[in-house]
């Protein structure tokens, strides 16, 4: 039973781990690496000052 449950969680690591590539080289070609690196999607709140960046 155990050796089952061990090949189980290798297997599911395995998918995951496919998935997660699939998903990194999809997303890679849709957006620029500008767009991913851009923070344009909501504020940045500094937590130990609590300002917000200005934008440009």
């Given at each position: 039973m155990v050796f089952v449950m061990n090949w189980g969680a290798w297997a599911a690591?395995?998918?995951l781990a496919l998935w997660m590539g699939y998903d990194l080289l999809r997303t890679n070609r849709t957006y620029d690496?500008?767009?991913l690196?851009?923070?344009e999607e909501g504020e940045i709140?500094?937590?130990e000052v609590g300002e917000t960046a200005a934008r440009s």
């Open positions: 690591a395995a998918v690496e500008s767009y690196l851009s923070s709140v500094d937590s």
